[in-house]
T-cell receptor, first 111, second 112 residues
């Protein structure tokens, strides 16, 4: 399973944009890049995913490098409710199956 | 609304006992997964299933088993509970293809 590398923690101020980086230098051509987040005392929840092109949804944007060896999750205006652990995961598109979690980035948001 | 539910939410059991944690989803998803999360750590995959009668071992499968007799349920059994299996357990499901996975609220298991 391809691995990802994320910073252990990041801080942000409320209402400012947040850029969460992820390195995945061993990504294969069929791997999709998924992002999940886990709020305190809850199960993980889906944020966004993409293959090659940048993606936007109501929660966030995903910017994928041209060589696909890194990506960035962008929260456009952080709120206190965005404080969570964010996981960047590579998921085999052929199987559409298992998600292997790394350690993630713990995001704290200051008022 | 479709959902995924885990039961019980909390359980305390004794070392050596067999324990079964339930996971039920109403999305009719083919893929189901069990994870454990120890305090301060990420999730680790225990077992997963891609359909009825299909089960596969994950990263940390020793001491655990699953069975998939229908689409909706994937119960996780601890054959002989050990203190090292004290953890929070999460169940998840997803459709085939690269769609989002939905997670349950977790079961907090304490083995004493």
């Amino acid at each position: 399973d391809a691995k990802t590398t994320q910073p252990n923690s990041m801080e942000s101020n409320e209402e400012e944009p947040v850029h969460l980086p992820c390195n995945h230098s061993t990504i294969s051509g069929t791997d999709y890049i998924h992002w999940y987040r886990q709020l305190p005392s809850q199960g993980p929840e889906y944020v966004i995913h993409g293959l090659t092109s940048n993606v936007n949804n109501r929660m966030a944007s995903l910017a994928i490098a041209e060589d696909r060896k890194s990506s960035t999750l962008i929260l456009h205006r952080a709120t206190l409710r965005d404080a969570a652990v964010y996981y960047c995961i590579l998921r085999d598109g052929n199987q559409g199956g298992k998600l292997i979690f790394g350690q993630g980035t713990e995001l704290s948001v200051k008022p | 609304d479709a959902e995924i539910t885990q039961s019980p939410r909390h359980k305390i059991t004794e070392t050596g006992r067999q324990v079964t944690l339930a996971c039920h989803q109403t999305w009719n998803h083919n893929n189901m997964f069990w994870y454990r999360q120890d305090l301060g750590h990420g999730l680790r995959l225990i077992h997963y299933s891609y359909g009825v009668q299909d089960t596969n071992k994950g990263e940390v499968s020793d001491g655990y088993s699953v069975s998939r007799s229908n689409t909706e349920d994937l119960p996780l059994t601890l054959e002989s509970a050990a203190s090292s299996q004290t953890s929070v357990y999460f169940c998840a499901s997803s459709d085939i293809g690269n769609t989002e996975a939905f997670f349950g609220q977790g079961t907090r298991l304490t083995v004493v």
